[in-house]
């Protein structure tokens, strides 16, 4: 494959290396900036000795490869905020705290939310980002980005995941470089006065206006949400149901900022400022202007990874275009790739720029061999196929990652891409007519109202799809191992394809053994050889687990509905390698190796003859005297889960703490698990 054999291709790739080492081993800040000095100073020798020699020798490019993954962990470094002596983690006890709103965030049913960041703390100059909690009241109202607060409550950590089946928003925050978070409500913060303005702060104000301009032309609250989403970068107003029918419709991605979007802007814009050329220096003008128009959009939008992937990739065209140079698309888009994790290392582990540059990859690799199959020289055929091909090669491409992350599978979504896409042009053209219209407050009703029912009838027909839930497959397992092996297949059948060689056959061949390689280790590896027993972290219920090799038995005390929609219940019945789930309702003594655990639920029953159990489990709040329970019991652990009041919590953790008795809640400290012969 000619793309590998590209210096940008390797230097990306060593670029990416160094950026994972660094990220999943704790080097040091100066250890990763002598090892790049040594590396480079070591290649730029290399370099001087290559000159003189007529042979050339393939030491040089070993040695610059090294310089360039040891200047990915460099990168890794400096990007990481702990890294810097102002970053408020080196301050032992944070009394106040001065923060300016960076970003708004989706708000709950009882927070606001934001991304704040750090100013001042303890009233000395400190940086960093912390999540901020601001209760929902009658006198508190949305906070705009570059608002100025002033506190002195404390910060806390941002809880891990409580169960297996959980989503860990610590590590996504921490991906973030938000490491604490704040909760905030009336009366425990003030503002500043005078704060400091940001792009960022201009940006949003623009996005409030014509947020506030096409609330007042009468947009519904779902229409008004998807357009917002779709020019403007912003899925905050999306509401939760309307989100999964663009998901299990396979249409997600047309709610988030692309390629395909920022194409169609640079059509427009190129359609517009096509009389410059006529000019002298017009074109130059019209390439600075461009380019000012594509980043300008970038910052409006928020500067998603997604949009900043197709500005960065399109601003890569047309450069080459303007120096006449030919633009290999796949050049292009690995050039993109490395000077955005140049800039934004943790783009890397973005979900949403994994699948945008997975499905750029497949569109441009795999997208020409469907035409070998087929290649109709009628425009409705040759259109028609496009599209399709288009819409395969691109789930192709996404396919193992959305399985490993979502485990789901639209069936359907070639029908909502073929009828959704072809209009796009047309539905992004006219919103953005709409917004520049509403922002100078000169939007016809007629037209509001047009567009306002073209948002609603495509909000409608994907509706329509995602209500055939026969046709959205769930719960399909997939785990890293597993998906690597299917990319290599994927690859080298693609590889085979373009140049059907014999050694590109025997490849292709040998990707099959390489993926049921992959399979095997990750059986091999996840097989159930333990016996546990697990106490997951579930609000106002308790689901408990007792796994027995390759056999689940669950206890709860759900009805059937709560429990067919709960996500552990779920987890445990999807596990790969068990055979044999079965169900049953809550005990009260359970046998753990040689000893017991005991559960204490409402009706506060302990005092059971020749009964010393190991571990307690409180549940449903029981009403007991805590230090009695603790002296006739004496008990090695007490757990409690997420069916207590909270008050009862706080009770039973300074008492326990008091006996020296370890405590474990579980929506603190996540689920409890014992492992058993």
Same mark, same amino acid.
């Given at each position: 494959?000619?793309?590998?054999?590209?210096?940008?291709?390797?230097?990306?790739?060593?670029?990416?290396?160094?950026?994972?080492?660094?990220?999943?081993?704790?080097?040091?800040?100066?250890?990763?900036?002598?090892?790049?000095?040594?590396?480079?100073?070591?290649?730029?020798?290399?370099?001087?000795?290559?000159?003189?020699?007529?042979?050339?020798?393939?030491?040089?490019?070993?040695?610059?490869?090294?310089?360039?993954?040891?200047?990915?962990?460099?990168?890794?470094?400096?990007?990481?905020?702990?890294?810097?002596?102002?970053?408020?983690?080196?301050?032992?006890?944070?009394?106040?705290?001065?923060?300016?709103?960076?970003?708004?965030?989706?708000?709950?049913?009882?927070?606001?939310?934001?991304?704040?960041?750090?100013?001042?703390?303890?009233?000395?100059?400190?940086?960093?980002?912390?999540?901020?909690?601001?209760?929902?009241?009658?006198?508190?109202?949305?906070?705009?980005?570059?608002?100025?607060?002033?506190?002195?409550?404390?910060?806390?950590?941002?809880?891990?995941?409580?169960?297996?089946?959980?989503?860990?928003?610590?590590?996504?925050?921490?991906?973030?470089?938000?490491?604490?978070?704040?909760?905030?409500?009336?009366?425990?913060?003030?503002?500043?006065?005078?704060?400091?303005?940001?792009?960022?702060?201009?940006?949003?104000?623009?996005?409030?206006?014509?947020?506030?301009?096409?609330?007042?032309?009468?947009?519904?609250?779902?229409?008004?949400?998807?357009?917002?989403?779709?020019?403007?970068?912003?899925?905050?107003?999306?509401?939760?149901?309307?989100?999964?029918?663009?998901?299990?419709?396979?249409?997600?991605?047309?709610?988030?900022?692309?390629?395909?979007?920022?194409?169609?802007?640079?059509?427009?814009?190129?359609?517009?400022?096509?009389?410059?050329?006529?000019?002298?220096?017009?074109?130059?003008?019209?390439?600075?202007?461009?380019?000012?128009?594509?980043?300008?959009?970038?910052?409006?939008?928020?500067?998603?990874?997604?949009?900043?992937?197709?500005?960065?990739?399109?601003?890569?065209?047309?450069?080459?275009?303007?120096?006449?140079?030919?633009?290999?698309?796949?050049?292009?888009?690995?050039?993109?790739?490395?000077?955005?994790?140049?800039?934004?290392?943790?783009?890397?582990?973005?979900?949403?720029?994994?699948?945008?540059?997975?499905?750029?990859?497949?569109?441009?690799?795999?997208?020409?061999?469907?035409?070998?199959?087929?290649?109709?020289?009628?425009?409705?055929?040759?259109?028609?196929?496009?599209?399709?091909?288009?819409?395969?090669?691109?789930?192709?491409?996404?396919?193992?990652?959305?399985?490993?992350?979502?485990?789901?599978?639209?069936?359907?979504?070639?029908?909502?891409?073929?009828?959704?896409?072809?209009?796009?042009?047309?539905?992004?053209?006219?919103?953005?007519?709409?917004?520049?219209?509403?922002?100078? +407050?000169?939007?016809?009703?007629?037209?509001?109202?047009?567009?306002?029912?073209?948002?609603?009838?495509?909000?409608?027909?994907?509706?329509?799809?995602?209500?055939?839930?026969?046709?959205?497959?769930?719960?399909?397992?997939?785990?890293?191992?597993?998906?690597?092996?299917?990319?290599?297949?994927?690859?080298?059948?693609?590889?085979?394809?373009?140049?059907?060689?014999?050694?590109?056959? +025997?490849?292709?061949?040998?990707?099959?053994?390489?993926?049921?390689?992959?399979?095997?280790?990750?059986?091999?590896?996840?097989?159930?050889?333990?016996?546990?027993?697990?106490?997951?972290?579930?609000?106002?219920?308790?689901?408990?687990?007792?796994?027995?090799?390759?056999?689940?038995?669950?206890?709860?005390?759900?009805?059937?509905?709560?429990?067919?929609?709960?996500?552990?219940? +779920?987890?445990?019945?999807?596990?790969?390698?068990?055979?044999?789930?079965?169900?049953?309702?809550?005990?009260?003594?359970?046998?753990?190796?040689?000893?017991?655990?005991?559960?204490?639920?409402?009706?506060?029953?302990? +005092?059971?003859?020749?009964?010393?159990?190991?571990?307690?489990?409180?549940?449903?709040?029981?009403?007991?005297?805590?230090?009695?329970?603790?002296?006739?019991?004496?008990?090695?652990?007490?757990?409690?889960?997420?069916?207590?009041?909270?008050?009862?919590?706080?009770?039973?953790?300074?008492?326990?703490?008091?006996?020296?008795?370890?405590?474990?809640?579980?929506?603190?400290?996540?689920?409890?698990?014992?492992?058993?012969?």
């Amino acid at each position: 494959m000619k793309w590998l054999n590209f210096t940008i291709t390797k230097l990306t790739f060593s670029i990416i290396l160094g950026i994972l080492i660094a990220y999943y081993n704790e080097i040091s800040w100066v250890t990763s900036c002598l090892i790049f000095c040594g590396l480079f100073l070591t290649s730029f020798v290399f370099f001087w000795i290559a000159r003189k020699q007529f042979i050339q020798t393939v030491y040089f490019g070993i040695v610059a490869l090294l310089t360039t993954i040891s200047l990915g962990m460099v990168i890794e470094n400096f990007h990481e905020e702990k890294n810097h002596a102002s970053h408020y983690s080196h301050i032992d006890t944070i009394e106040s705290t001065e923060f300016r709103i960076h970003e708004v965030l989706k708000s709950n049913s009882y927070y606001h939310k934001y991304i704040g960041e750090v100013l001042r703390a303890n009233d000395a100059a400190a940086s960093g980002k912390i999540l901020v909690h601001i209760r929902k009241d009658s006198l508190t109202k949305t906070f705009p980005v570059d608002t100025v607060l002033y506190t002195k409550q404390s910060l806390s950590t941002v809880t891990s995941a409580l169960n297996p089946t959980s989503f860990d928003y610590k590590a996504y925050l921490n991906d973030r470089y938000v490491y604490m978070q704040l909760y905030l409500k009336t009366g425990e913060f003030i503002h500043g006065t005078n704060p400091p303005k940001t792009v960022y702060g201009y940006a949003a104000r623009l996005r409030n206006t014509i947020h506030n301009r096409l609330v007042a032309a009468n947009f519904q609250t779902d229409e008004l949400a998807v357009i917002e989403a779709l020019l403007l970068g912003q899925r905050q107003h999306i509401s939760k149901e309307l989100h999964n029918n663009y998901a299990n419709a396979g249409a997600i991605h047309i709610l988030a900022i692309s390629g395909l979007h920022v194409g169609i802007l640079m059509l427009i814009i190129q359609f517009v400022l096509r009389p410059l050329q006529r000019f002298r220096y017009g074109k130059s003008l019209k390439v600075v202007l461009m380019l000012a128009i594509l980043w300008s959009f970038a910052f409006v939008s928020g500067l998603s990874a997604s949009v900043v992937r197709a500005v960065t990739m399109f601003t890569a065209i047309v450069v080459a275009t303007y120096f006449r140079r030919q633009a290999n698309t796949l050049q292009v888009l690995t050039v993109s790739m490395f000077f955005l994790l140049l800039c934004k290392p943790h783009f890397l582990f973005d979900v949403g720029f994994q699948l945008s540059y997975a499905a750029v990859f497949s569109i441009v690799c795999l997208q020409p061999l469907w035409k070998k199959l087929w290649n109709p020289t009628s425009f409705l055929g040759s259109s028609f196929w496009g599209l399709l091909t288009v819409s395969l090669s691109a789930q192709l491409g996404v396919l193992p990652l959305s399985l490993y992350y979502f485990h789901q599978f639209p069936g359907l979504f070639f029908v909502a891409n073929l009828t959704i896409i072809p209009v796009l042009g047309i539905i992004l053209t006219l919103g953005m007519l709409v917004i520049v219209l509403a922002y100078f +407050q000169l939007l016809p009703e007629f037209l509001s109202i047009c567009f306002n029912d073209i948002i609603l009838l495509m909000n409608g027909f994907v509706s329509w799809i995602a209500s055939h839930e026969q046709f959205v497959l769930t719960n399909i397992p997939m785990r890293f191992l597993q998906m690597i092996g299917c990319y290599i297949v994927l690859i080298a059948f693609a590889q085979y394809i373009h140049l059907p060689k014999r050694k590109n056959l +025997q490849f292709a061949l040998l990707s099959i053994l390489l993926c049921q390689g992959c399979w095997f280790l990750d059986r091999f590896q996840e097989f159930p050889t333990k016996n546990t027993f697990a106490i997951f972290h579930q609000n106002k219920a308790t689901i408990l687990a007792k796994q027995q090799g390759t056999n689940v038995q669950l206890f709860h005390n759900l009805n059937d509905s709560a429990a067919a929609k709960n996500y552990n219940i +779920q987890f445990q019945k999807q596990k790969d390698f068990i055979d044999r789930v079965t169900q049953d309702s809550l005990q009260n003594v359970y046998a753990i190796n040689d000893s017991y655990l005991l559960r204490i639920d409402s009706l506060g029953i302990y +005092q059971i003859p020749n009964l010393k159990p190991k571990y307690i489990l409180l549940s449903n709040s029981p009403k007991i005297n805590f230090d009695r329970l603790i002296q006739t019991l004496q008990p090695e652990n007490i757990i409690a889960d997420g069916s207590n009041y909270k008050s009862y919590i706080k009770r039973w953790k300074k008492a326990s703490e008091k006996q020296k008795i370890p405590f474990h809640y579980t929506g603190k400290k996540g689920f409890f698990s014992i492992s058993f012969f």
